[in-house]
């Protein structure tokens, strides 16, 4: 009787015990089956898009087109993010090892999502204890794929199983390393670098394939809080995680213990930080200009599914023309004469004059200084603001001269200071400009390009965009008309008279020359032209209409318009350096214009290549011809007003050169030409009223040649380059007339003074 309530008992507690064990295998199955229905779910869009085979194959990102030199040197970037793609073999192993120490230790093992990372994760969640997150690298990639933006508890966690089939998808269709190196193009670190490409060129100013263990750690270690972990703003916090991520790589016997303790100690090393955007940089003044050529290609050229080509998402390889080297070589050129003589000589020249710089007839100068600064203000971007905002013409002038905190050029660095606006401008009515551009003879190339003397202040670029009176430099024009139709050669003699020229309206036209040298006397055509005669020039603008000679230089490459007066033999009219170095670059491409070349080829974002470019060529002039020119030019270089190039830098090569310098010496121009390229400078000031007061100082020879001088200089120093210094080829066909001149010159003048005599004048 007393074992009966005993066995009931024991039934009740095992069927209870099987009805828990029933309920949690039933619960675990419901559990699975949602699970699974879940993922089914996921799969099948249910929850939402998920990303096509195309779009794992093509992650979708604002790619960065990239500017290359011919070199292979990165010149800059257009885009949105600055992002550029690049392989695994391009990353440096430190960094691969360094990324699977901090962020998944077990990447080659797992196939996208890590389940003993899982559960461990979920262990921290139940106990407290938590010690990393769960989130592999590919899911971590995967969650680049979807759109940003705010969701809510149900929206997370179907986004978490959409990222986890993602991830799947992702480990079943790449490799391992295709995987990495996708990661490693689409994380932020910070500092507008989008990528492990433009991230490393912004704190070490070197390539992925280069890092070293700390600066791989370093790079690790930001992705996880590009803000929290900035080496630039949180040094401490970045040094910290830096160490951390070195000590995971040697926990992980990646490096050793010894190599931690010494790698922990060094610093940082972003002392090279350099936050990459088109102030900065090579070239900046032609990547400026190739902005809105290339822009001008995109709107004619399609992708695949029909849309034009975007210029800042695209991922575009453009590659220049440009030698980095010789780039260099003409930013430095610049630099050093206007920063170190040009300038200051223009500072004391005009140093305790009240209207300094500007030279305009007494009674006239305050009204007409007045005028400058006024333009100058409407030009300006405060001005358009404050008209934009509604502020009257009082209102704005009141602001211009209130002193304000602004930063403002100077050659050594930019200065932080207190002025007034209106200051500010007069300031830089001051300082003179300068362009640069070289060309390669034979191919067009053009292999150095300075637009002016610092993007960053002085956007306005006098290559291709400013026109300037080109002063004597035009003078090879007539000259190379009289070589061709004329057939006069080199030593053809002319009276040195005064000559006049009747215009259209029955008046005459009388050019004077500025040097009574060898007045009376015959002197051959190279002499005229080595010293800058405007009187010969009249004598053969009177023979050869300015009609002809306009025709000529349009042969030569020049697009501007030319007025059809007799003045421009004396070189009035308004040219680009562009159009000068090209037209100057006949000569010794014997007789034939090769349009300056940019741009060799643009390839999409995979290496196809969309379009080469071939610069246009037509003959100009004959090889006879084009000979004669490069004879008369030598004499620039050997006995009239480029002489400097042989006294003071010892150039001893054979050169062609073109000195000129325009009314009141406002603009200084040399062209100088050898066989394998040709070389242009310009310089003056902003405002034509602003210039130097005498032709010593202002002309073409003392503002423009040294920068041609040391540029040349630097190039044949080089023998990477291969630029000759030999003589110019001679024409195949017989050429018989006699060009040593030279002689005769100096047995019959007086000798020449290049800073007063035979200047262009007009």
Known sequence: MTDQPTDTGKKKKDRRFFNYVFKLWFLWVVMMAAVVLLFYGVVQEWFGPMPTFEQLENPESNLASEVYSSDGELLGTYFIENRSNISYREVSPHLINALKAIEDIRFEDHAGVDEKALVRVAYGVLTGNRKGGGSTLTQQLAKNLFPRG????????????????????????????????MYLNTVFYGHNAYGIKSATST???????????????????????????????????????????????????????????????????????????????????????????LKKWCKTHYKADGSPYNLYKDGLRIYTTINSQM?????????????????????????????????FEKDSIQKEIDKIMLQAVK???????????????????????????????????????????????????????????????????????????????????????????????????????AMQEGEYSPCYKVPNISYSVELYDGSFWNPRNSSDDRIGEEVTLKWALANSNNWISAYLIKRFSPQSVAKMAKKMGVKSHIPSVPAIALGTPDLSLYEMVGAMNTFANKGVYVTPTFVTKIEDKNGNVLERFVPDKNEAMSEVTAYKMVELMKGVVESGTGIRLRYKYGYNNPVAG?????????DGWFMGVTPDITTGVWVGCEDRSAHFRTITLGQGANMALPIWALYMRKVYDDPSLGISMGDFEKPLKDVSIEFDCEKYDRENSSGFDDSGGGIDEF
Do not use: C
């Open 150 to 181: 705010r969701l809510n508890t149900l929206q997370l966690i179907m986004r978490k199983f959409q990222e986890w089939v993602t991830a799947i998808k992702l480990e079943r269709y790449y490799s391992k390393e295709e995987i990495i190196s």
């Open 203 to 293: 704190f070490f100013g070197k390539t992925p394939d280069s890092l070293n263990i700390q600066e791989a750690a370093l790079m690790a270690g930001v992705v996880n809080a590009p803000s929290r972990y900035s080496p630039i703003s949180k040094p401490d916090n970045a040094l910290n995680r830096r160490n951390l991520v070195l000590q995971q790589m040697a926990k992980y016997e990646f490096i050793t213990a010894e190599d931690y303790d010494s790698i922990s100690q060094l610093p940082l090393g972003v002392s090279r930080y350099t936050v990459l955007d088109h102030n900065q940089g090579l070239a900046t003044y032609l990547r400026e200009y190739l902005r809105g050529e």
């Open 327 to 359: 780039q260099r070589y003409a930013e430095q050129a610049v630099r050093e004469h206007m920063a170190y003589d040009l300038q200051p000589a223009f500072y004391k020249h005009w140093e305790g004059y009240t209207y300094a710089p500007f030279d």
């Open 379 to 481: 030009r300006s971007e405060r001005y358009r603001l404050m008209r934009k905002g509604g502020a009257d013409m009082d209102s704005i002038l009141r602001a211009f001269q209130t002193p304000a905190e602004m930063r403002v050029f100077k050659w050594m660095g930019p200065v932080d200071t207190i002025m007034t606006p209106m200051d500010s401008i007069r300031y830089y009515k001051n300082l003179l400009r300068a362009g640069l551009m070289s060309m390669e003879t034979h191919t067009g190339y053009v292999r150095a390009y300075v637009g002016g003397v610092d993007y960053r202040y002085f956007k306005f670029d006098h290559v291709t965009q400013g026109q300037r009176q080109v002063g004597s430099t035009f003078k090879p024009f007539l000259y190379t008309l």
């Open 658 to 666: 073109k000195t000129g310098t325009t009314q009141n010496q406002s």
